[in-house]
């Protein structure tokens, strides 16, 4: 498997006047999928901080809108790493209805000192994790 999956539902809070999701709400999945991705490997984002003394901070998101989706809709978002650097990371974070996709996104990471905010080295052992998920997209 090269990437992680997480199940979203569409509330009414994700929508706009029209029922459709508001394109903001996919930076929320995009977190939520983040976090999980990092929980499914073991590692929360506060103990991270704690014991790594590290951050992940966005530096920048590219997302593009394929199909629009709506209330009460049922998605899977799959989130894969699709390059790793000495201090950042590029995740693809990809919505699904079905077979259908409906949105995707890459975001840029820069692992950051968590008191100066500076770039720092992704430790080794949480890129060796990340390896295990790229995922070229064909």
Same mark, same amino acid.
């Given at each position: 498997?090269?990437?992680?999956? !997480?199940?979203?539902? !569409?509330?009414?809070?994700? +929508?706009?006047?029209?029922?459709? @999701?508001?394109?903001?709400?996919?930076?929320?999945?995009? /977190?939520?999928?983040? *976090?999980? #991705? %990092?929980?499914? &490997?073991?590692?929360?984002?506060?103990? &991270? +901080?704690? /014991?790594e003394g590290i951050?992940?901070? @966005?530096?920048?998101?590219?997302?593009?809108?394929?199909?629009? =989706?709506?209330?009460?809709?049922? %998605?899977?978002?799959? +989130? =894969?790493?699709?390059?790793?650097?000495? $201090?950042? #990371?590029?995740?693809?974070?990809?919505?699904?209805?079905?077979?259908?996709?409906? $949105?995707?996104?890459?975001? =840029? %990471?820069? *692992? @950051?000192? =968590?008191? *100066?905010?500076?770039? @720092?080295? &992704?430790? /080794?052992?949480?890129?060796?994790? #990340?390896?295990?998920?790229?995922?070229?997209? +064909?």
């Amino acid at each position: 498997m090269t990437h992680h999956s !997480i199940d979203i539902r !569409i509330y009414y809070e994700d +929508t706009d006047a029209g029922g459709v @999701v508001y394109h903001a709400s996919y930076l929320k999945f995009g /977190e939520r999928g983040r *976090t999980e #991705f %990092l929980r499914s &490997l073991g590692h929360e984002n506060s103990q &991270l +901080t704690q /014991e790594e003394g590290i951050l992940f901070v @966005v530096k920048h998101i590219d997302i593009e809108y394929h199909k629009p =989706a709506f209330l009460d809709d049922f %998605l899977r978002q799959d +989130t =894969a790493i699709e390059a790793i650097k000495n $201090s950042s #990371f590029i995740m693809r974070q990809t919505a699904w209805r079905d077979d259908e996709k409906i $949105s995707e996104m890459r975001v =840029a %990471l820069v *692992t @950051v000192d =968590a008191k *100066t905010i500076k770039p @720092v080295r &992704l430790p /080794e052992r949480i890129k060796l994790e #990340f390896e295990k998920f790229i995922e070229v997209e +064909t």
